[in-house]
């Protein structure tokens, strides 16, 4: 089973040391793959370059870069970079992003955010499997009269999508190699994600997708202390309308009603329950937030689900 973790240093000393030494814990509890955030902070294909030179063990990927304010000639950089560095095992997040964070923290209207995103996939398929790029859109242009291609990202990219709207998982489909759906409980999954990308893929040629669901869960017996937590923590997501609109098809009222937080057996059955639902891949977010000692406990789990056969 491949399952993954969220790594969130943020409030350490030294976000990129305490990373790496994450993430070794990460290998050493049995777990595939670490997956790192894109903010306005530490740039994550950067440290999942680093992160992969240090755990080789370890799948590294990023999730997820907004495709506003950002050239695919210079992700594209990027991520040939962190996928030579890894020896191929890097793995490319984009998202749409939100109209709050793109106008208002850099000024850049949130307008045809679809048409973006297919444009900004068209350039990047170019880029990664050829090196090149002689495109121009409506909204994205991109040339290569200097060569784009990075000796030693022989394998290309995989390239996945925070999609879980209509239009945004109708694109990933065709363009990319999955997506990345977060506060998607099993039943949005089921019913709503998983056909509606599978199908778009099917229609453009396309091998099926993965499905790397992000999930937020930690094992633990402060169940009531620790979902408290976790519903002020994930409260902005509520005002997105995007996440606001997956939580509903969730069947749940709020972001913390689609976090699997419980003892290892309450755990275990909501890892199956997102498997059951079509996802390929399992990534735990938030194993933090209740403490060392639980996050511990939340890998150990994760790490005998990475290692059990179907």
Partial sequence: MNVGVALNAIDSDNQVDATVRLAAEAETAGLRSAWFGQGFGIDSPQLAAIVGREVPGLQVGTAAIPVFGRHPLVVSSQALTAQAATHGRYHLGLALGTRLLTEDGMGIPFERPIARLREFLVVLRQL???????????????????????????????????????????????????????????????EHIVPAVTAAAAAAGRPAPRIVAFVNGVVTDDVESVRARAAERLAFYEQIPSYARVIELSGAKSAVDVTAIGN?????????????????EVVFASTEIAGDADRHRTWSLLGELATERP
Avoid: K
Avoid at 264 to 280: C, F, M, N, P, S
């Fill in 128 to 190: 990664i499997e050829t090196g090149t790029s002689d495109f121009r859109g409506e909204l994205i242009s991109a040339a290569t009269p200097l060569p784009a291609g990075v000796p030693g990202a022989t394998t290309g990219v995989p390239l996945l999508v925070a999609a879980m709207g209509p239009q945004a998982l109708r694109v990933s489909g065709e363009l990319a190699d999955g997506i990345l759906p977060y506060l998607a409980g099993p039943r949005a999954l089921a």
């Fill in 264 to 280: 290892e057996e309450t755990v275990r059955a909501e890892v199956q329950r997102y498997l059951d639902a079509g996802a390929t």
